[in-house]
T-cell receptor, first 110, second 113 residues
């Protein structure tokens, strides 16, 4: 299974954009890049996913490097409710497993 | 409202006792999953089921058992054979096995005394 590497923690001020990086240098051609986030004592929540092209939804944007070895989750205007652990996950199209790492803990300050 | 429910939210058991965690979904999803999360760690897959009456071991199935007799229900039994059962247990479901989005329940925190 391909692995992902994320910083342990990041900080942001409210209303500012946040760029959460993820490295996945061993990604294969069939691996989708997924992002989930988890608030304390809750189950993870789907954020966004993509394969090759950049993706946008109401929650965030996903920027994928041309070589697909890294990606960045972009929160355009952080709010206090965005404080969570963000997981960058690769889903193998063949096995369909989601491998959760330790994620990035995002702190948002007012 | 559609969603996944897990009960109870907190569960305490004595060492050596089996305990069953409930997971119910009314999303009409075919696939269901059980994960375990330890403090400060990511999720690890215990068991998954692609369809009713079928389930497969995940990465850490030892000491656990499941059943999938109904589409909406996927209970997990933590047996006395599980050496370190204290953890946060999460249930999830997807529309189909190849669906992109997993929907998670609120979790059950199991503490074995």
């Amino acid at each position: 299974d391909a692995k992902t590497t994320q910083p342990n923690s990041m900080e942001s001020n409210e209303e500012e954009p946040v760029h959460l990086p993820c490295n996945h240098s061993t990604i294969s051609g069939t691996d989708y890049i997924h992002w989930y986030r988890q608030l304390p004592s809750q189950g993870p929540e789907y954020v966004i996913h993509g394969l090759t092209s950049n993706v946008n939804n109401r929650m965030a944007s996903l920027a994928i490097a041309e070589d697909r070895k890294s990606s960045t989750l972009i929160l355009h205007r952080a709010t206090l409710r965005d404080a969570a652990v963000y997981y960058c996950i690769l889903r193998d199209e063949n096995t369909d497993k989601l491998i959760f790492g330790t994620g990035t803990r995002l702190q948002v300050f007012p | 409202d559609g969603g996944i429910t897990q009960s109870p939210k907190y569960l305490f058991r004595k060492e050596g006792q089996n305990v069953t965690l409930s997971c119910e979904q009314n999303l009409n999803h075919d696939a269901m999953y059980w994960y375990r999360q330890d403090p400060g760690q990511g999720l690890r897959l215990i068991y998954y089921s692609q369809i009713v009456n079928d389930f497969q071991k995940g990465d850490i199935a030892e000491g656990y058992s499941v059943s999938r007799e109904k589409k909406e229900s996927f209970p997990l039994t933590v047996t006395s054979a599980q050496k370190n059962p204290t953890a946060f247990y999460l249930c999830a479901s997807t529309l189909g096995w190849e669906s992109d989005t997993q929907y998670f329940g609120p979790g059950t925190r199991l503490t074995v005394l």
